[in-house]
């Protein structure tokens, strides 16, 4: 049975009571049904209801949503680029990574590393990071300049008698020879869910990002904390980066930014990232990325409106309070 209201609800076999696990692929958070959001959406319609951000224009919802972003991530960051999922989330990752480290002269320094089973979307790029087979068969991928390394899933991949910090161990043992054997020059970029989420909802062993934190300052790699499912409360903390430890460079976030009501994603730079894309900027007479309906309007305003409701309805300390998981 299932029971439509401010969520979707289902009861078992004996009439218990449960939130529908994936509020529709971890998208919403505070239900189908908010009057808030819907109405904050046809405000924002009679307002303005499309502008674009390309050649330096904005608009207001764009900017207070980015100040608010940077407000909660839990490490400083120095700038916000949208778009409209968490697939072009990631994949606008690497072309801005790629793209700082030309501008950097070292563009040899282009590979990244991504986990097994780990879940980062279905682009061409952002399929090729996913570790999943699914989004490899039959579609040529991933391309070779993507490695995957160790699953931290403890439970699975653990040896025989092998302790859970032992395991944590041999993980960031085996980033390090990965880093070393494709040369860490060649390296730009690290890229981790907090929470392995398509892969089966895997949480990570305990001290595994403490541990690989250090491996990746170690040989200086940028570190992506894809926050695409995680992010905005599901892990008890408004991102899982203060969850579990991540120490990142970047984060890639959507789904619950908006509720899941309207289609938008952003990803988060910090100042050394920025200063270093935007300096290369002035070799171009225009920054050649970006999409039509990326920072929308209607989905940067509902984005402001669904933080105020986590905020004003204290959704994070209410996950604390069912949930402590973690």
């Known amino acids: 049975m299932i029971e439509r209201g401010e969520?979707?609800?289902?009861?078992?076999?004996?009439?218990?009571?449960?939130?529908?696990?994936?509020?529709?692929?971890?998208?919403?958070?505070?239900?189908?049904?908010?009057?808030?959001?819907?109405?904050?959406?046809?405000?924002?319609?009679?307002r303005l209801p499309y502008y674009h951000l390309f050649g330096g224009r904005t608009h207001e919802?764009?900017?207070?949503?980015?100040?608010?972003?940077?407000?909660?991530?839990?490490?400083?960051?120095?700038?916000v680029f949208y778009g409209c999922s968490g697939s072009?989330?990631?994949?606008?990752?690497?072309?801005?990574?790629?793209?700082?480290?030309?501008?950097?002269?070292?563009?040899?320094?282009?590979?990244?590393?991504?986990?097994?089973k780990g879940y980062h979307g279905v682009t061409l790029v952002s399929g090729s990071l996913t570790g999943l087979p699914m989004a490899h068969e039959s579609?040529?991928?991933?391309?070779?300049?993507?490695?995957?390394?160790?699953?931290?899933?403890?439970?699975?991949?653990?040896?025989?008698?092998?302790?859970?910090a032992k395991f944590v161990a041999r993980c960031a043992r085996e980033l390090e020879e990965l880093i070393i054997a494709e040369g860490p020059e060649t390296v730009a970029a690290d890229i981790a869910e907090p929470v392995m989420g398509a892969g089966g909802v895997i949480v990570p062993a305990e001290g595994y990002f403490q541990a690989i934190n250090p491996v990746l300052k170690k040989y200086d790699i940028l570190f992506i904390d894809d926050e695409?499912?995680?992010?905005?409360?599901?892990?008890?903390?408004?991102?899982?980066?203060?969850?579990?430890?991540?120490?990142?460079?970047?984060?890639?976030?959507?789904?619950?930014?908006?509720?899941?009501?309207?289609?938008?994603?952003a990803v988060a730079?910090?100042?050394e990232m920025a200063d270093a894309?935007?300096?290369?900027?002035?070799?171009?007479?225009?920054?050649?990325?970006?999409?039509?309906?990326?920072?929308?309007?209607?989905?940067?305003?509902?984005?402001?409106?669904?933080?105020?409701?986590?905020?004003?309805?204290d959704i994070v300390g209410h996950v604390r309070k069912v949930a402590p998981l973690f």
């Open 7 to 46: 969520g979707i609800y289902v009861y078992d076999d004996n009439g218990r009571k449960f939130i529908e696990g994936l509020t529709a692929l971890w998208c919403c958070g505070l239900g189908f049904g908010d009057a808030e959001l819907i109405d904050a959406a046809k405000e924002q319609l009679g």
């Open 61 to 79: 919802p764009a900017i207070e949503l980015a100040e608010k972003i940077k407000e909660l991530y839990p490490i400083p960051m120095s700038r």
């Open 88 to 116: 072009e989330a990631n994949e606008t990752q690497i072309k801005l990574i790629w793209y700082m480290m030309n501008g950097l002269g070292k563009p040899e320094k282009k590979k990244i590393i991504a986990r097994k």
């Open 139 to 164: 579609f040529n991928l991933p391309f070779d300049f993507v490695k995957h390394t160790t699953c931290p899933h403890y439970w699975r991949e653990g040896k025989d008698g092998e302790t859970e």
């Open 228 to 265: 695409v499912i995680c992010g905005f409360g599901r892990t008890a903390n408004w991102f899982g980066a203060e969850t579990f430890g991540m120490e990142a460079t970047s984060v890639s976030m959507a789904k619950q930014i908006t509720g899941g009501y309207v289609p938008l994603s």
């Open 269 to 271: 730079l910090n100042a």
């Open 277 to 313: 894309i935007e300096a290369e900027t002035n070799r171009h007479p225009a920054f050649g990325h970006g999409h039509t309906y990326g920072g929308h309007p209607l989905g940067c305003a509902v984005g402001v409106k669904t933080i105020e409701i986590y905020l004003r309805r």
